[in-house]
């Protein structure tokens, strides 16, 4: 079992930077392949980055250039820092945990993040 917090969300000019923490807790962290995920209203919640347990890492088109993932294993957190924001990048952002080769999946909450113009 996993648990995620995610933190960091909020308003945010156009143009702005904000950085986005997923806090877990309850299994060993460093086997979990990690990511954040994001969903606008009436739309489908959608990928923005991924990392693996070996620090490989992956981000949607819209993000690339932008978005930097990471993960500190040692404080079982995965970072997100975003940079020059859009407003389509307003969502509610979620992290996601998955145990490879596994059934086990976890989310977090959400926090959200709204980009005003």
């Known amino acids: 079992q996993v648990q995620l917090v995610e933190s960091g969300g909020g308003l945010v000019q156009s143009g702005g930077s904000l950085r986005l923490s997923c806090a877990a807790s309850g299994s060993i962290f460093r086997r979990y392949a990690m990511g954040w995920y994001r969903q606008a209203p009436g739309k489908q919640r959608g990928l923005v980055a991924i990392i693996t347990t070996g620090g490989n890492t992956d981000y949607a088109d819209s993000v690339k250039g932008r978005a930097t993932i990471s993960r500190d294993n040692a404080k079982n957190t995965v970072l997100l820092q975003m940079n020059n924001l859009k407003s389509e990048d307003t969502a509610v952002y979620y992290c996601?945990?998955?145990?490879?080769?596994?059934?086990?999946?976890?989310w977090g909450q959400g926090t959200q993040v709204t980009v005003s113009s």
């Open positions: 996601r945990a998955h145990l490879p080769d596994s059934p086990y999946d976890y």
